[in-house]
C-alpha cells in the first residue's frame, strides 16, 4: 500500500486547495452580501464558522508541509510516510467536505447553482477526491497496521 504514496499525497494537498477555494468564495460572499441592512459578516455566527474553517484548513496545510520535508528528506518509502499521508488524507477529505458544507450554507440557493460559485463544481467532485485513493475506512486501517508494525519494532508491548 506504500506505493501509492505520491498519489495519496496529492489527492491531500488538493483537499486542501480545494478547501480553501470554498473559504475564500464564503468569505467574499459574506463581505459582500447584505442581509437586514448589514453584511452577512457581521453576524457572529458566520464569522465562527469562517474562523472554524481557516483553522482546520491552516492546521492541515502545516501538517502537509511537516509531512513535505520528511518526504524530502527521508524519501517516499520510508515505514512511516504512508501512515501519515494516510491519516493527513481523510483529515482533508473531511475538511474539504466540512468547507462544501459551509460555503454553500453561507451562499444560501445560490452556492448550489451550477456555473455560479467553484464551491458547486467542488461539492460535485467531491466524492472521487474522498474515496480516490482509498476510502477513509482503508486508509485507517493502513494507519494503524502500519504503526501498530513501528511500535512491535520498537519493542512495544502491545
Given amino acids: 500500500m506504500r506505493n501509492f504514496n505520491k498519489e495519496r499525497f496529492i489527492?491531500?494537498?488538493d483537499?486542501?486547495?480545494q478547501a480553501r477555494i470554498c473559504l475564500s468564495e464564503a468569505l467574499q460572499h459574506a463581505h459582500d452580501r447584505e442581509t437586514f441592512g448589514k453584511p452577512l459578516a457581521s453576524n457572529q455566527i458566520i464569522r465562527h464558522k469562517l474562523a472554524a474553517l481557516a483553522r482546520e484548513v491552516e492546521g492541515h496545510w502545516a501538517w502537509l508541509e511537516q509531512i513535505a520535508y520528511h518526504v524530502h528528506i527521508h524519501g517516499w518509502?520510508?515505514?512511516d510516510v504512508a501512515s501519515r499521508i494516510a491519516l493527513a488524507k481523510i483529515q482533508?477529505?473531511?475538511i474539504v467536505?466540512?468547507?462544501v458544507r459551509e460555503s454553500q450554507q453561507i451562499h444560501g440557493g445560490i452556492g448550489y447553482e451550477k456555473g455560479v460559485t467553484m464551491t458547486?463544481?467542488?461539492s460535485r467532485d467531491l466524492r472521487l477526491k474522498v474515496i480516490g485513493g482509498g476510502s477513509?475506512?482503508?486508509l485507517s486501517d493502513l494507519a494503524w497496521r502500519e504503526e501498530h508494525r513501528r511500535a512491535s519494532d520498537r519493542g512495544a508491548k502491545l
Fill in 11 to 13: 489527492l491531500t494537498v
Fill in 15 to 17: 483537499c486542501n486547495r
Fill in 77 to 79: 518509502q520510508t515505514k
Fill in 92 to 94: 482533508g477529505g473531511r
Fill in 97 to 99: 467536505e466540512q468547507a
Fill in 120 to 122: 458547486e463544481q467542488i
Fill in 136 to 138: 477513509e475506512e482503508i
